[in-house]
């Protein structure tokens, strides 16, 4: 009696052991599925269609947040690209800048390059790197201080230059108040520095700040730098229309 119980026992064991385990691999991929993001359609890469001029953007998450819109409103009249990420700050454009003008394939012109950085450059950072910290605290501190910011954006013009396309300097886009980790009027000081580079060598500028601050209300997300979709439709129509601009 004790043999067949153990038998019995050891069976029933058995079977919900190897229950629980295909019920836990058939689980599996719906969690892995449920935890994973959606790729952002704006950092997918495009095949050129032949014959027609080739543009670049370069830009953090405003940039991203434009990119599909400004695809669309030039389709059939310019390939239009990015970097497949967020361009982040100077630090990174200065590392990164070569793999980006190889976008969509090395070697290939590019006719117009429409692009921006400052937002990440003027954005606080903690001690330990923590990000968007508190502006008020002693520790903190700007991720790209004025002056490299300024050293960096010469350095990055340059590369850029050397393309031989029109370039297009995006000013950057204002700071709503109560944004984490920003300041307001940071936006406007880092401009000035910009302007005075792209002034000396003679890139002109794409302003978004002004339209942007002036509707910042509809366009804005309280107390974000990031836009609404309204926004977002906004600024892709001001970008293709610069850049359809720039191609004729």
């Avoid at 969690?31 to 095949?47: M, T, Y």
């Avoid at 350095?155 to 944004?179: D, F, H, M, Y």
């Avoid at 880092?190 to 978004?208: K, Q, S």
């Amino acid at each position: 009696m004790k043999g067949t119980f153990a038998t019995t026992l050891t069976f029933l064991l058995t079977v919900c052991m190897t229950t629980f385990a295909v019920s836990q691999d058939a689980a599996r991929p719906k969690a892995e599925a449920a935890g994973k993001k959606r790729p952002n359609p704006a950092l997918a890469p495009i095949e050129d269609a032949a014959g027609l001029p080739r543009v670049l953007l370069i830009g953090d998450s405003i940039s991203i947040g434009y990119t599909i819109g400004v695809r669309e409103l030039l389709e059939g009249e310019a390939n239009v690209h990015r970097p497949l990420t967020n361009c982040g700050p100077t630090t990174k454009g200065v590392a990164e800048i070569g793999t980006w003008l190889e976008t969509g394939g090395a070697g290939k012109k590019w006719d117009v390059i429409h692009f921006n950085w400052g937002l990440h450059d003027l954005k606080f950072m903690g001690p330990q790197g923590q990000n968007l910290a508190d502006p008020e605290s002693g520790d903190s501190r700007q991720q790209v201080p004025p002056a490299e910011y300024e050293k960096n954006l010469r350095v990055l013009v340059e590369k850029l230059k050397a393309t031989g396309a029109q370039l297009i300097w995006r000013n950057t886009t204002p700071i709503p108040p109560g944004s984490q980790g920003r300041v307001v009027g940071h936006s406007a000081a880092y401009n000035e520095i910009a302007a005075r580079v792209m002034e000396d060598n003679g890139i002109p500028t794409h302003d978004l700040y002004t339209p942007a601050k002036e509707n910042m209300d509809e366009w804005m997300r309280p107390a974000n730098v990031h836009f609404t979709a309204e926004g977002n439709e906004a600024l892709s129509k001001l970008v293709a229309d610069r850049i359809r601009e720039a191609l004729q």
